[in-house]
């Protein structure tokens, strides 16, 4: 069986049961059935807990006199991203901000768990940046319907092709479909493989020479691995406000 953490392990105990029992329900027969939760769901579950009360807290002190510490955090966080998107999508991006600011806030705190002792990152198992590419991908071809309607299928047969006839369109546009859609679902495993590789390896590291070297080096390369931490999650947010940007233009 595989080691389990300390959570995973409380998380194990208390559910097993009715676990595999929902998991057989679906036909999905887990490896093991005593451990049916992985480390990487337990942390992602912990993350989740750790964020909904953080959000709450921020929620019930909201105040436009006197603010506090986590609400400036939070309108500072908020303010980045909405920066970031004007400069992409342009004036109109304040629907999507939230969606780009709770992919960020959880990639990164999924990052910087495994800084904890006793913890690790979820994003350093493919499933998770899977899952993260995943809600990504439905979201900004979500918002390009939204956005164009029906429309929106044109984006797949190529550019506009004004000026154009109509024997020379078709079959350009019969050329461009198979690639647009390659093109698509390669950006799932773009994210998925950037994200995972960068968490994984930076884990990776920080342990062998923690292993090795206990006192000191290691500092030099958690250090690394926290701003590592930051620039992956930014970099998933800013493609994923790239994809909508790419989505909703008005040429779609």
Known sequence: MPEQLWFTEILNRLFAGPVTS??????????????????????ELLVFGFLL????????????????????????????????????????SEPYIAFFVILFVFILICNLLGVIPGFESPTGVPTVPLGCAICAFFYYHTQGFKHAGPKY????????????????????????????????????????????ANIFAGDLVTLVFLSMIPIGIPVIFLTLHI??????????????????SGAVADEH
């Not at 998991?23 to 337990?42: C, D, G, V, W």
């Not at 909201?62 to 999508?89: D, K, T, Y």
């Not at 701003?227 to 909508?244: D, K, T």
């Open 227 to 244: 701003g590592v931490a930051f620039l992956q999650a930014y970099v998933f947010m800013l493609l994923s406000i790239i994809y909508v």
């Open 53 to 92: 009360i953080l959000f709450f807290l921020v929620r019930s002190r909201l105040s436009v006199e006197s603010p506090g510490g986590l609400q400036h955090s939070f309108e500072a966080v908020e303010g980045f991203v909405l920066g970031q998107s004007r400069e992409i999508i342009g004036p109109h």
């Open 22 to 43: 929902s998991l057989r329900t679906l036909h999905i027969e887990p490896k093991y059935p005593l451990q049916p939760i992985t480390n990487s769901f337990a942390m």
């Open 153 to 196: 299928l044109l984006h797949f047969f190529g550019p506009p092709m004004e000026g154009m006839s109509i024997f020379a369109r078709i079959p350009l546009a019969l050329l461009m479909l198979p690639i647009e859609l390659v093109s698509h679902l390669a950006r799932l495993l773009s994210l998925t493989v950037r994200l995972w």
